[in-house]
């Protein structure tokens, strides 16, 4: 699954649903932004409710995570858009359990 989101405010963007009793493993989350102080989260959910952290990227850059629990939802959250408000990329990927 490969879920591509632009970003021209701080929030999540839209959540990946591996669908009814299908699961998610290895994430990675790429990052593209003018702004080196850009934060942006690779999150993951068991219940599209309750969202984990599993690595951040600042600026530009790849974030990568690998979970021993699998889980039914990922997405990108820009937590700071960064100096000057410029808008920044990100992908999503991830592989099914």
Known sequence: MQLS???SAAGAGPAAN???GKKY??????????????VTA????PDNTTWTT???VTGSGWGYA????STQYVRAN?????????PCSAV???LPA
């Open 18 to 20: 591996a669908g009814a």
């Open 54 to 56: 599993q690595d951040t």
């Open 92 to 94: 999503v990927m991830a």
């Open 78 to 86: 820009v937590t700071a858009l960064g100096t000057g408000g410029l």
């Open 66 to 69: 690998a979970m021993h629990l």
């Open 25 to 38: 493993k290895t994430m990675t989350l790429h990052v593209g932004s003018a702004a080196p102080d850009t």
């Open 42 to 45: 690779l999150q993951s959910s």
């Open 5 to 7: 989101n632009l970003f």
